[in-house]
């Protein structure tokens, strides 16, 4: 399931709700991204995240496709938050659920790697610095490189 909205989400309701009924689950593994209050030295106190209404939510869904193609996985989730997000402020959660936990351990792993350099969306900091979009880290690109085997 993927969902990208602006509203804050709780993540003990969303695993309930993700694992609810299926009892062949054995594993559940997930991750939340926060807002950090530091970029490169600089203080950040906000940052705004922007996307493409529609083909975002596409490839989001490709990403999750490609998840349950490689792993035996019975549930995912990814959230993705846009918008104006202070720090400390959730931006992104995931959560795959499977039979065993190795699956739902790497595919997590997977989904965040590929989220942070394949999902569009653009990020700009606010602090005092001033602002400045972000851009690609390679230490990103590496983390995914090692999936395409």
């Not at 309701?13 to 299926?22: I, P, R, S, V, Y």
């Not at 989904?111 to 350099?117: A, G, S, Y």
């Not at 005092?128 to 995914?144: I, L, N």
Request: glycine share 8%.
């Amino acid at each position: 399931m993927i969902r990208v909205q602006d509203q804050d989400f709780d993540p003990g309701k969303e695993l309930e709700q993700l694992t609810e009924g299926n009892t062949s689950i054995g594993g559940v593994c997930s991750f939340i991204g926060l807002v950090r209050d530091f970029a490169d030295g600089d203080t950040v106190s906000s940052m705004t995240l922007e996307h493409y209404p529609g083909m975002t939510e596409k490839q989001l869904e490709a990403i999750e496709a490609e998840a349950c193609e490689r792993w035996p996985l019975d549930a995912t989730l990814i959230i993705h938050r846009y918008g104006t997000l202070d720090a400390g402020a959730r931006i992104v959660f995931v959560a795959t659920a499977s039979a065993h936990r190795e699956a739902a351990f790497e595919a997590c792993h997977f989904l965040m790697d590929w989220l942070k350099t394949k999902a569009p969306f653009w990020k700009k900091e606010s602090g005092a610095a001033g602002e400045q979009w972000v851009e690609a880290k390679d230490s990103d690109d590496q983390a995914t490189e090692r999936w395409n085997t």
